[in-house]
């Protein structure tokens, strides 16, 4: 019963998350309508994306340290979906109206990422490096996303700076282990959420993601000022995470 209410109140946050972020995009998308009408449809690569990174923002926010398994399950997923999509997207980039092969992409990624999720379930140790790394790379992914690529030292620094974060925070895991779960688990869980928010609200904190790994997108929004109150959105949830999950350890472990 307690799970469940836990449960509840997590999709009511979501909910109102949610609801407010996609209101503004589509308030954002109405201004625009004029200049770009086949923008304001969503592709089926941007809602399987959104499902999949709601899901687990979800679950890493607010349930991480109480089912580590998942935490870790979640973490091997998304690291080994990232690299696989990152490398076919840089051998073969799709084009704008290739959206059948971006999918298949998409899908073809989350199939091997179901091994690094397998990995961090079987490996405890494992686990915790590959939370850690993914710690790394939304904190990188975050801080890039404060900072445009034009006015940073280059593409390469911020793909550089993100594989330092990285590999700092895999190392410290290692060393801290349980310690690190709950703030790792709720950087992950609350990035992932909005970024998960944003494929259907499309304000633009995903282009920002994405943009430092791409050599043909970069820099093209026009209103950057509503990413930032994503990146502020994030930041806030990811202190709320924390202090939901450390509360319910402290009960639980008084029980």
């Given at each position: 019963?307690?799970?469940?209410?836990?449960?509840?109140?997590?999709?009511?946050?979501?909910?109102?998350?949610?609801?407010?972020?996609?209101?503004?995009?589509?308030?954002?998308?109405?201004?625009?309508?004029?200049?770009?009408?086949?923008?304001?449809?969503?592709?089926?690569?941007?809602?399987?994306?959104?499902?999949?990174?709601?899901?687990i923002?979800?679950?890493?926010?607010?349930?991480?340290?109480?089912?580590?398994?998942?935490?870790?399950?979640?973490?091997?997923?998304?690291?080994?979906?990232?690299?696989?999509?990152l490398?076919?997207?840089?051998?073969?980039?799709?084009?704008?109206?290739?959206?059948?092969?971006?999918?298949?992409?998409?899908?073809?990624?989350?199939?091997?990422?179901?091994?690094?999720?397998?990995?961090?379930?079987?490996?405890?140790l494992?686990?915790?490096?590959?939370?850690?790394a993914?710690?790394?790379?939304?904190?990188?992914?975050?801080v890039?996303?404060?900072?445009?690529?034009?006015?940073?030292v280059?593409?390469?620094?911020?793909?550089?700076?993100?594989?330092?974060?990285?590999?700092?925070?895999?190392?410290?895991?290692?060393?801290?282990?349980?310690k690190?779960?709950?703030?790792?688990?709720?950087?992950?869980?609350?990035?992932?959420?909005?970024?998960?928010?944003?494929?259907?609200a499309?304000?633009?904190?995903?282009?920002?993601?994405?943009?430092v790994?791409?050599?043909?997108?970069?820099?093209?929004?026009?209103?950057i000022?509503p990413?930032?109150?994503?990146?502020?959105?994030?930041?806030?949830?990811?202190f709320?995470g924390?202090?939901?999950?450390?509360?319910?350890?402290k009960?639980?472990?008084?029980?």
């Open positions: 019963m307690r799970a469940l209410k836990d449960l509840f109140r997590a999709l009511g946050y979501v909910g109102l998350v949610s609801a407010a972020a996609i209101s503004a995009g589509a308030a954002k998308q109405g201004t625009t309508s004029g200049q770009n009408n086949s923008s304001s449809s969503l592709s089926a690569t941007s809602i399987t994306a959104g499902i999949f990174l709601l899901l923002g979800t679950q890493n926010l607010f349930f991480g340290n109480k089912y580590k398994r998942a935490t870790f399950f979640t973490s091997g997923f998304m690291m080994a979906s990232i690299l696989i999509l490398f076919m997207c840089v051998v073969r980039p799709p084009r704008p109206n290739e959206q059948g092969r971006m999918l298949g992409y998409l899908w073809g990624s989350m199939i091997f990422g179901l091994c690094g999720g397998v990995a961090g379930v079987f490996s405890e494992g686990g915790l490096c590959l939370l850690g993914m710690t790394g790379f939304h904190l990188g992914s975050y890039n996303a404060w900072v445009p690529t034009d006015k940073f280059s593409q390469w620094a911020q793909i550089v700076f993100i594989m330092l974060l990285m590999a700092v925070f895999a190392l410290l895991s290692l060393y801290l282990k349980e690190i779960v709950i703030p790792c688990s709720s950087i992950v869980g609350a990035y992932s959420l909005f970024v998960g928010i944003d494929c259907f499309s304000i633009g904190l995903l282009h920002q993601v994405v943009s790994f791409s050599r043909n997108d970069q820099n093209n929004l026009q209103d000022s990413v930032y109150g994503m990146l502020v959105g994030t930041l806030t949830a990811s709320i924390m202090f939901i999950q450390s509360k319910r350890s009960e639980e472990e008084s029980n």
